[in-house]
């Protein structure tokens, strides 16, 4: 019985809220960079489009076929990514990275929201999913800016 109140604890309410509620999920037309992200191991995909403008995010679109955890993340991404730099979204991903990896801290603002996923550090299986929409972002804006110098 424990193991099914360790999934009531994984899928709480709150992440289930989240994954319900994805800003940002059309994708955009005429994108500066787009990236498709997938876990090999549950086969949950993040399609992201950006729009850099002066170095930030001007504009986002993200298709989200993810676990409730990795929906939960691109939800928290999604609400908080307009105006980030590209340092910023690498700073967050490098930082939940070790947060589910390393027990390190939560990310710092604006994506401290992932905290709800701190359940998830136990379950190594889903931590590519939850890390998918923040993958995807750095590379795409890496692309975004390779595509501007070009």
Request: with cysteine; charged share 25%; net charge neutral.
């Amino acid at each position: 019985m424990s193991g099914d109140n360790d999934l009531i604890k994984l899928y709480s309410t709150q992440i289930l809220a989240l994954a319900a509620d994805i800003p940002h999920h059309e994708r955009l037309e005429n994108p500066d960079a787009t990236v498709k992200k997938r876990s090999p191991l549950c086969g949950s995909t993040v399609t992201v489009d950006v729009k850099v403008k002066d170095g930030r995010i001007a504009d986002f679109g993200q298709d989200v076929k993810a676990c409730a955890l990795g929906q939960a993340s691109a939800s928290v991404v999604g609400r908080n990514i307009i105006g980030c730099t590209r340092e910023q979204v690498e700073k967050a991903r490098d930082q939940l990275r070790a947060m589910l990896k390393e027990n390190g801290p939560v990310p710092e603002p604006p994506f401290d929201g992932l905290k709800v996923l701190l359940p998830a550090r136990d379950y190594k299986n889903r931590h590519a999913s939850i890390l998918l929409a923040l993958e995807a972002t750095a590379e795409a804006m890496e692309k975004a800016e390779q595509a501007h110098c070009a």
